[in-house]
Nanobody, 125 residues
Framework: QVQVVESGGGSVQAGDSLRLSCAVSGRTFSTYTMGWFRQAPGKEREFVSSIRRRDGVTDYADSVKGRFAISRDNAKNTAYLQMNNLRPEDTAVYYC??????????????????WGQGTQVTVSS
């Protein structure tokens, strides 16, 4: 079994920063991709960012490019999402997901195999 656990959410003011963490434990894989998605009330889950474990190649949604930075610590099986200059429209539940194997980055939720429970991020103006 694989466990995916997010942490680091909270309530902040516009312009502030937060760092989310995503820890993967349990059954391990030779390689995988970790992705961040978010879902605001009444909206579909949307891609935020992803990173390939084996080489650190990243991908970002246009809406967060230049403000968010994804990174990983392979020794800890953990990925991070540094979110700077937060805006009210970033308010959502943020989910971490794991995609097994060598397929790499994807922006589609259905490509990911394991999901965390989510962490709330609220940005007030």
């Amino acid at each position: 079994q694989v466990q995916v656990v997010e942490s680091g959410g909270g309530s902040v003011q516009a312009g502030d920063s937060l760092r989310l963490s995503c820890a993967v434990s349990g059954r391990t894989f030779s390689t995988y991709t970790m992705g961040w998605f978010r879902q605001a009330p009444g909206k579909e889950r949307e891609f935020v960012s992803s990173i390939r474990r084996r080489d650190g190649v990243t991908d970002y949604a246009d809406s967060v490019k230049g403000r968010f930075a994804i990174s990983r610590d392979n020794a800890k099986n953990t990925a991070y999402l540094q979110m700077n200059n937060l805006r009210p429209e970033d308010t959502a539940v943020y989910y971490c997901a794991v995609r097994r194997g060598y397929s790499g980055n994807s922006r589609y939720p259905h490509d990911y195999d394991y999901w965390g429970q989510g962490t709330q991020v609220t940005v007030s103006s």
